[in-house]
């Protein structure tokens, strides 16, 4: 049973991928099982300096997901790439995606050139999901023209293949996609958490200090399969699918729709051991399904 | 699949017994392998039917020679801890184990206060334990909203009836007055002047008033609480500034030195 698959060229044993800041820099995960199992993973949102994120409580439960609104907590690249990703390599012998986030075009840019000349790094995964702190803090992600604008940035300081991280909050995902394919994007990996909110009854406040977060888990599996499903038609490049992936056979909906490979999100926090456990199933649900290679069901869905 | 774990944290716990012991506040043991677990102050994250995260809550007290159970006390406050309040002896739990730090129990002095407030107590009881064995003194103070809120005051009491010649002094505050001092811990310190250290567990401002008082002339351990993603160090939900830089209350903590905290 052949359930590998490819991204730009990167060939991955399977199609599973632990989302950004849902397994750290592999660290934590690394002294549950061996990590070498997955396809790859992505790390923690990097930014140009380190931290600290938005204030506690930044986690709320939902039904069928989270929210979070973590806000990019991370050491910041230098950190990154002198402590990290060195002590990375010792557990992970695979390519990694650097997922790298940015308040302005500048630190997009700086972020990408720093992390380009890492050899551990097979891609890299540009999440436009940020306020642009120059343009009224409205998301990158939200608009075609500024999320061509840090595609071509972005493509202008590395060599590596570029996936262009899509926000769901938008409202016609299709037009951003093809704008960062026209920007030269070699990828597309959607989607991001979507907006939300919780309220405490009993203190009448938002659960949440920033009071709004990312919208994840479950509950989200539909909006995203249909999001991939639309991209898939608009697009040529390959698409990495997430949004609420927990089973064998959301990874092969997801693919079905038009992922080249799957992420697994918050799945990862209710189920430490959920990835091993679901690359475990997929040749079983291949079989299942008589799906020789699993590459072949790679948009089946359409036409 | 077995091949590629290296520690299951992920372990299946079955149901003891499972009783109301203060107003809303139940005290629940377990049994099954508990051997990841290795301090007074760590905790467990429990998986509960329906609900998409996990509920951590902390180890009161935990089978030290067989591995093979624990207990944990948990108010309902929310649809969670309230279906886990109907649970019956018998019902299993899928539960991640030995989280975090936990109290160090061999840089304490040889005169340990110890504080709990409310849900902050049950951590406590086993530190306590901990610290008789090793033949330390022990001054438990504990602070509830009201009578109907407290609970274990005579287990501690009886701690140092059980082992012999350990030294256990236990004091009680409610704000209400109607148990004990009226007010809060920190209104029940007077006099302890060989205190060595102390170590805490309780809400904030709790911690803060205890920080306070002692004013850096004594210091400790302190265990903080925040709303967790995932409880193992993965998602960053619940950071904490310290001195030392930022650190995670799900897996750096939730102890910390009283010293690196900003309060």
């Not at chain 1, 769901?168 to 920007?183: G, M």
């Not at chain 1, 203190?203 to 499903?229: C, D, E, Q």
């Not at chain 2, 406050?77 to 539960?95: H, I, N, R």
């Amino acid at each position: 049973m052949d359930i590998s698959t490819e991204l730009s060229g990167l060939k991955l044993d399977n199609p599973i991928i632990p989302a950004s800041g849902t397994f750290g820099f592999g660290e934590e995960f690394a002294k549950l099982y061996d990590i070498n199992i997955l396809g790859s993973f992505s790390f923690k949102g990097t930014t140009r300096e380190a931290r600290f994120g938005n204030p506690t409580p930044r986690i709320a439960e939902c039904r069928e997901g989270m929210i979070n609104s973590v806000g990019l907590a991370n050491p910041g690249i230098d950190v990154v790439i002198s402590d990290e990703l060195p002590k990375l390599k010792k557990v992970f012998k695979k390519p990694v995606i650097a997922n790298i986030s940015g308040f302005s075009i500048d630190e997009y840019k700086y972020c990408c050139e720093r992390i380009d000349k890492e050899e551990q790094v097979g891609i890299i995964e540009v999440n436009i999901s940020c306020p642009n702190v120059h343009a009224g803090g409205m998301a990158f992600g939200t608009n075609p023209d500024s999320a061509a604008e840090v595609t071509e940035a972005v493509k202008s300081v590395t060599s590596k293949p570029v996936f262009m991280k899509l926000s769901p909050n938008v409202t016609d995902i299709k037009e951003i996609a093809i704008a960062c394919e026209s920007a030269g994007a070699d990828g597309i990996s959607l989607i991001n958490t979507l907006l939300g909110m919780r309220i405490d009854i009993k203190r009448g406040r938002p659960v949440i200090a920033n009071k709004m977060g990312g919208f994840s888990g479950p509950a989200i599996f539909p909006v995203a399969l249909r999001m991939v499903y639309q991209v898939y038609e608009a697009v040529n490049i390959p698409i990495i699918g997430m949004g609420g992936v927990s089973t064998a056979e959301d990874v092969v909906e997801m693919m079905m729709a038009g992922a080249s490979a799957v992420q697994i999100g918050a799945a990862n926090l209710t189920d430490p051991y959920i990835c091993p456990k679901i690359i475990e199933r997929l040749p079983e649900l291949c079989k299942e399904l008589k799906i020789e290679r699993l590459s072949d069901v790679i948009g089946r869905a359409h036409g | 699949m077995e091949n590629i774990i290296k520690k299951q944290l992920d372990q299946e716990l079955t149901i003891n017994h499972n009783i109301e012991i203060a107003d809303g506040v139940y005290e629940m043991s377990l049994t099954g392998d508990t051997s990841l677990v290795t301090a007074p102050g760590q905790f467990i994250n429990i998986k509960l039917p329906g609900f998409y995260l996990r509920r951590p809550i902390s180890i009161c007290e935990y089978d030290m020679k067989d591995h093979n159970g624990l207990v944990i006390i948990y108010k309902v406050v929310g649809q969670g801890t309230d279906l886990m309040s109907g649970m019956q002896a018998g019902d299993k739990l899928w539960c991640l184990m030995g989280l975090g730090n936990g109290f160090d129990v061999e840089t304490t002095g040889d005169h340990v206060l110890l504080v709990g407030g409310g849900v902050g107590t049950p951590p406590m009881y086993g530190l306590a334990k901990e610290l008789l064995m090793k033949q330390k003194k022990v001054t438990v103070v504990l602070g509830f909203a009201s009578k109907k809120d407290a609970f274990y005051i005579e287990k501690f009491e009886e701690l140092g009836k059980n082992m012999n010649g350990s030294d256990i002094e236990v004091r009680v505050a409610t704000v209400d007055g109607s148990l004990g001092t009226k007010g809060f811990v920190t209104d029940c310190l007077e006099g302890l002047d060989t205190v060595t250290d102390y170590c805490a567990c309780g809400p904030i401002p709790m911690l803060k008033a205890l920080y306070g008082y002692y004013d850096g002339k004594i210091t400790g351990q302190l265990s903080f609480e925040e709303r967790m993603g995932c409880g193992f160090g993965a998602c960053v939900g619940c950071s904490i500034a310290t001195k030392s830089g930022n650190k995670k209350v799900c897996k750096d903590g939730p102890v910390f030195l009283s010293s690196d905290i900003e309060m």
